[in-house]
Nanobody
C-alpha cells in the first residue's frame, strides 16, 4: 500500500485543519488506518485510528472531542479533521495502514505501511 498524506499547514490556535491520506496499490478496505504524529525531539505517538469498515474509532486522550478520524473506502482515503487546534498539536502527522479485521492498534508496530508525513504548525 502506498500512502500520500496532505493537508498540513500553518494555523492559529483555535483553528481547524483537515488532513487527508490517499491510498493506492491494494484493497484499502482490508486495512485498519491510523494517524500518528511526531513533534521535534519527541517520539512518534498515536493520534487516532479507525477500523477497516469505519465501525470503530480510537483517539489518544489529548485529542478526544477535538479531532475526528473518518474514511471513505470508495475513495481509498482516510481523513483527520482537527478542530480547536493548540500549539502542542504542532508536529509532523503520518498516516499508516495496518492489518484489518482485527482490533485497531494504537502502537506503531501495529502498522505495516506509512505515508511521508505532513507538517502541522499551530501558532499561539
Amino acid at each position: 500500500v502506498q500512502l500520500q498524506a496532505s493537508g498540513g499547514g500553518l494555523v492559529q490556535a483555535g483553528g481547524s485543519l483537515r488532513l487527508s491520506c490517499a491510498a493506492s496499490g491494494r484493497t484499502f478496505s482490508f486495512y485498519n488506518m491510523g494517524w500518528f504524529r511526531q513533534a521535534p525531539g519527541k517520539e512518534r505517538e498515536f493520534v487516532a485510528g479507525i477500523s477497516w469498515n469505519g465501525g470503530s474509532t480510537y483517539y489518544t486522550d489529548s485529542v478526544k472531542g477535538r479531532f475526528t478520524i473518518s474514511r471513505d473506502n470508495a475513495e481509498s482515503t482516510v481523513y483527520l479533521q482537527m478542530n480547536s487546534l493548540k500549539p502542542e498539536d504542532t508536529a509532523a502527522y503520518y498516516c499508516a495502514a495496518g492489518r484489518g479485521f482485527i482490533r485497531v492498534g494504537m502502537t506503531a508496530n501495529s502498522y505495516d505501511y506509512w505515508g511521508q508525513g505532513t507538517l502541522v504548525t499551530v501558532s499561539s
